[in-house]
């Protein structure tokens, strides 16, 4: 699961912080993102998209509080495990037209 798949399922619609408009010193404007570290895990920011670039450290945490110990644990695998099945389903698929393929020639002849 890409990143910016987890960062829509991590923002409420419904959070007046994500309609919040914040520029950096280029003039970019900035979308929250998601953090999905070990260390700050689910927690959403800001920041400027030439961050370390342009020596711009534009950043700024939306979530001050901490994301409860269960979500903590639960989501990044969760993230985890549906790679690992979407992974799984594509080695299957191209193992399934491979033999669609075999067939089509087993009939054939």
Known sequence: MSN????RICND???????VKLWCKHGHLLSMQTSWSKHNPIQR???CPCYREDACNFFRWR??????ILSKYVIPRLAK???ELKE????YESHVESNKVVMKEKRRS
């Open 4 to 7: 910016a798949m987890l960062n």
């Open 13 to 19: 619609e419904n959070d007046p912080m994500l309609r």
């Open 45 to 47: 920011f800001w920041s």
């Open 63 to 68: 979530d001050r509080e901490d994301v409860d």
């Open 81 to 83: 495990r549906i790679k």
């Open 88 to 91: 799984a389903l594509a080695c």
